[in-house]
């Protein structure tokens, strides 16, 4: 008896399913275990819901294999980009304390108060807040270790829908 190895549609809605649980297991760390997202935590967020968003598109469009393999792609970019930020936060938390940015203010007040650029950079640099790592999972992976790993995850399964072998007029 053979296993039946799933098709593109059901694995994109699988990759969706994963990419929200992501996101409902953050605002609950945010919301009822009351961690403030660093704007490196946010960055993140916003690439797996990206990442989510194109399989399940790619799920309802349920496109031809080369079709298959430009969304797969495009997730699997959103997982690289993710992944960029989440290292950027592990880095900032391994370095030595002197070399830590100074903090600044949250993301409500900076959004707020500050033009748009400095929004980016909260965003895209990170500060001190970011190297404060307020979890660990089973006491070993932060936050941002355990968001890369969910990326490489992720980054895995797109790559297997790019390249697997599917007919044309395969049904899933």
Known sequence: MALA???NRIINVGVFLATVSTI???LYMEHVMLFSPCGLCITQRVF???CGLVCLTS???NPNPD???IYAFIAAAMCVFGSYFAGRQIWLQHLPEDLVPACGPGFT????NF???QLLDFLLVGDGNCAEVQFRFLGIFSIAEMSIIAFAGLF????YTAFRRQTEGASD
């Open 156 to 159: 895995c399964v797109c790559l």
């Open 67 to 69: 079709g298959q393999k």
């Open 109 to 112: 007040y900076i959004r707020d």
């Open 48 to 50: 797996f819901i990206l």
């Open 59 to 61: 799920a309802i469009h």
């Open 115 to 117: 033009p748009f650029i």
């Open 24 to 26: 409902v297991i953050a």
């Open 5 to 7: 190895i799933p098709g």
